[in-house]
């Protein structure tokens, strides 16, 4: 048997009838890069932590407040602004926590997209507001002791950023905390 260099079979390109006669489906891929944040504050009575969240997907599905980075806005800024815009709530960015990439499947004008979105995360402290959803992206939004939060995340990679913030709240110096909440 004889092998030369470089005579690797080919794949059919996309578009192209496969073996099995059939028409790939057109396709296209885009990123997205979005910021949001871990919001904490004490709960009333020195009880411990509550965290923001978000329920979207007709409430099926609870997540971080995030969104999309606008041309020209650092991403301290969004994380601040979609915190705002989607639940209603002020809150200040006191840490970077790092960022997380995922990949999901959508369909655009019939062609299949593969969307790879970055999202960086902020430790953020809460200031002032009542929760109120934006009406046209989330179903609902309220505070939830940690214990509660960690359960009710939808994603993996949420809870282990909700983790990594805890850790990055108790590392704050009592100057930098946010104001306790009051009810």
Request: glycine share 10%; proline share 7%.
């Amino acid at each position: 048997m004889r092998y030369s260099i470089g005579s690797r079979r080919r794949k059919p390109k996309r578009g192209i009838a496969g073996g099995n006669g059939t028409q790939a489906q057109p396709q296209s891929r885009r990123r997205v890069t979005s910021a949001g944040g871990v919001v904490l504050r004490e709960r009333s009575g020195g009880k411990g932590l509550e965290v923001l969240l978000i329920a979207i997907k007709d409430g099926r599905v609870w997540s971080l407040p995030k969104g999309q980075v606008e041309p020209g806005e650092r991403y301290t800024q969004t994380a601040v602004r979609e915190v705002r815009e989607e639940t209603g709530i002020e809150a200040r960015v006191l840490a970077p926590l790092g960022s997380i990439r995922y990949h999901f499947t959508v369909r655009d004008d019939g062609i299949q997209t593969t969307v790879t979105k970055e999202v960086h995360h902020f430790l953020m402290g809460y200031v002032g507001g009542r929760p109120q959803p934006q009406k046209e992206e989330v179903d609902g939004v309220d505070w939830f002791p940690v214990p509660e939060a960690l359960k009710r995340l939808s994603h993996q990679n949420e809870r282990d950023a909700v983790l990594k913030a805890l850790a990055c709240w108790e590392m704050q110096t009592p100057t930098a905390a946010p104001p306790q909440h009051r009810s």
